[in-house]
């Protein structure tokens, strides 16, 4: 199972990670993620993550981030000549890192850090493997919001293979703090004028008048391939969480409404599609609101649910893998924090002659992309040269360490 991460406390050094990478590397710092926030500083071939400093898109988060770090320097008598952080243009932590006085700036996309936590942890060099990172949202190469994503890889750079349909998001946070209007945006997108007709008898009580327009137009309304997305739909529409009081509440309540194992397995996954490297989601959205409106069980419909992912993440990377010839695959992400998912998922890939290579000592979410940070931006300075490598859209920039802009 995926291990749950305890920090250190904030005056103690934390046990260093033993990471394969050369010990004349410069000091490196991974900034982390915007939300779970933790730091990560690469000394040699030791990696020392922080305690958990959470969300930093305040005042108080920043300085909170800034006060840790310099204790973390302190304590570890180093101080960063390199700093990694996340692509996404938007987020705190970019600005952050770049107020930080240091010889090159890194920019490193989120799902590869999420692939090159793993890979670090596991103690693999810069091997290729099949990445399969499952999240809520990450800034893509393309502008959008990514998270259901099947990729290939390696420290020096990863190409997508597969990936969910994009939805949109009508209203931003809004749909992620009210999952009804992202199962909404689903049911329209993926089902048309059958999916409003759903729409208008599940959430009868919500005026969707505007949310549609919004909808069809694309205003206000980013693009999403977010896993974390999927979960919140189906919750809503089960009628399980149509409104999050906390961050995951409709997924993690989807993923508590499972049967027992003996009983699940038994239970056939929905239909679904694939069509040029896209997971297309509307045989499984019909599927389960056919099942819904003629009353099968909350528990079963979840189950099958969950199945059907694992099939759909079986059998794309079951492609990758006759494709590549990979047969290592990487497990990370916050949705694998859903124990049912991971289980399940983890006792098929072994059972099809697949190494599984999962989080044990650095968090599955955002709280371990600090790791795959650094890992990349010292693959980078080893080549010398700081370039973004991920394929699917999106400019690319090179330099050389020490010029002091931004790479």
């Known amino acids: 199972m995926v291990q749950q991460f305890i920090p250190a406390e904030k005056n103690d050094v934390p046990p260093p990670i033993p990471v394969p990478c050369r010990e004349a590397a410069p000091v490196i710092l991974g900034i982390g993620g915007e939300n779970k926030n933790t730091f990560c500083l ?6 020392f993550l922080s ?8 005042l108080e988060g920043e300085e909170n981030l800034l006060a840790s770090l310099q204790n973390l320097e302190n304590l570890t008598c180093v101080h960063p000549e390199v700093v990694a952080y996340d692509a996404h243009p938007g987020y705190i932590s970019a600005q952050v890192a770049r107020q ?5 700036y890194v920019e490193v996309q989120h799902h590869h850090a999420h692939l090159a936590s793993c890979l670090a942890e596991n103690g693999l060099k810069n091997e290729e493997v099949i ?24 420290y020096d750079g990863f190409k997508r293979r597969y990936h969910l349909a994009y939805v949109p998001l009508p209203g931003g946070e809004a749909a992620i703090r009210h999952p009804w209007r992202t199962a909404v945006a689903y049911l329209l997108t993926f089902l048309g004028e059958e999916g409003k007709k759903y729409a208008r008898i599940i959430f009868k009580e919500k005026n969707l008048d505007i949310l549609e327009r919004m909808i069809e137009t694309g205003f206000n309304s980013p693009l999403s391939s977010g896993c974390g997305r999927l979960f919140d739909a189906t919750s809503a529409l089960l009628g399980i969480c149509l409104e999050n009081t906390y961050e995951g509440q409709a997924a993690i309540e989807l993923g508590g409404a499972v049967v027992e194992p003996e009983e699940g397995n038994a239970l056939q996954p929905y239909p679904y599609e694939i069509n040029k490297g896209i997971i297309l989601p509307g045989k499984l959205l019909a599927a389960i609101i056919n099942e819904k409106l003629t009353g099968k069980p909350v528990e079963i419909i979840s189950t099958r649910f969950h199945r059907t992912l ?12 006759a494709a590549t010839g990979l047969k290592k695959v990487v497990l990370s992400g916050g949705s694998w924090q859903n124990q049912y998912l991971f289980r399940s998922a983890k006792k098929f890939f072994c059972a099809n002659g697949y190494q599984v290579l999962y989080h044990r000592q650095v968090p599955a979410n955002d709280g371990g ?3 795959g940070q650094v890992m990349i931006a010292q693959r980078r300075w080893r080549e010398n040269v700081f370039r973004y490598t991920g394929q699917g859209g999106g400019s690319q920039s090179s330099g050389k360490l020490g010029s002091g802009g931004e790479f």
């Open 100 to 104: 930080i006085p240091a010889q090159a």
């Open 310 to 321: 694992v099939s759909i993440i079986g059998d794309v990377v079951g492609q990758v893998s």
């Open 51 to 58: 305690h958990y400093i959470g969300q930093i898109d305040s």
């Open 131 to 154: 990445g399969v990172i499952l999240d809520g949202a990450g800034y893509g190469t393309d502008g959008h919001l990514w998270g259901f994503e099947i990729l290939t890889g390696n």
């Open 369 to 371: 992309i600090a790791l």
């Open 42 to 47: 690469l000394k040699k071939n030791q990696a």
